[in-house]
Each structure stands twice: as structure tokens, then as C-alpha cells.
């Protein structure tokens, strides 16, 4: 079992930054790939970026690559999302999920994540 306590959340102005954290309470935090959701009002749960083991590896949708950097930090249980350049359509709840595993193929989906946090609300003003 993991749990999982997002924060960072918060408003900001278009073209500012934020960083949002993850603490995860699994002992074995290092075996689990960490990956960053986001849901808009009305919308699905979206993927947005995800993190190896041991932080080797990472993967983003489109729309954040270049602005987000996912990186994780084992000896401290915990995952980070920098969010750089946001903009108002970055608008959204954050949620901090965890799996044994990532596949290209089937990750994208919110479905297959077994373990999530409560989620962070992320408010970019134009």
C-alpha cells in the first residue's frame, strides 16, 4: 500500500511558476513509478508526467514538455512537478499517482494507477 499527500497547489498569474510535492509513505517508495494527473472541471483525468524508479527516465504529454520537469528524490519518499511558463490552461486539480510499472501503452490512462493522493488545486489567472 502507498499513500499519498500532494501540496504546492495554489494561484498564480499566467507566464508564473509553481512546484508541487508528493510524499509518499510506502517504505519502498524506489519501486514504484510516479506520475503527475491533472482534471479540469468537466473534463477527464488527464496524464501529464511520469517518473522512473530511479528517476532515470520521464515521459510528458506535449502540452507540458518543456514548461514541467518531474523529478523524485527516494531518500525523501517524494516525487516533484516544477511547473514553469504556466498559463490558464493549466488550470486544474494535481494528483499524485503511483504504479509498479509504466507501459507506453496503457500509462496514459488514469485507470491504470492503483494509488493516488487527495490532489492539489492549481489556479493560473490570465
Known amino acids: 500500500q502507498v499513500q499519498l499527500v500532494e501540496s504546492g497547489g495554489g494561484l498564480v498569474q499566467a507566464g508564473g511558476s509553481l512546484r508541487l510535492s508528493c510524499a509518499a509513505s510506502a517504505r519502498t517508495f524506489s519501486s514504484y513509478y510516479m506520475g503527475w494527473f491533472r482534471q479540469a472541471p468537466g473534463k477527464e483525468r488527464e496524464f501529464v508526467a511520469a517518473i522512473s524508479w530511479s528517476g532515470g527516465t520521464t515521459h510528458y504529454t506535449d502540452s507540458v514538455k518543456g514548461r514541467f520537469t518531474i523529478s523524485r528524490d527516494n531518500a525523501k519518499n517524494t516525487v516533484y512537478l516544477q511547473m514553469n511558463s504556466l498559463m490558464p490552461e493549466d488550470t486544474a486539480v494535481y494528483y499524485c499517482?503511483?504504479?509498479?510499472?509504466?507501459?507506453?501503452?496503457?500509462?496514459?490512462?488514469?485507470?491504470?494507477?492503483?494509488?493516488w493522493g487527495q490532489g492539489t488545486q492549481v489556479t493560473v489567472s490570465s
Open positions: 499517482a503511483a504504479a509498479s510499472y509504466y507501459s507506453r501503452y496503457t500509462s496514459l490512462s488514469a485507470t491504470n494507477w492503483p494509488y
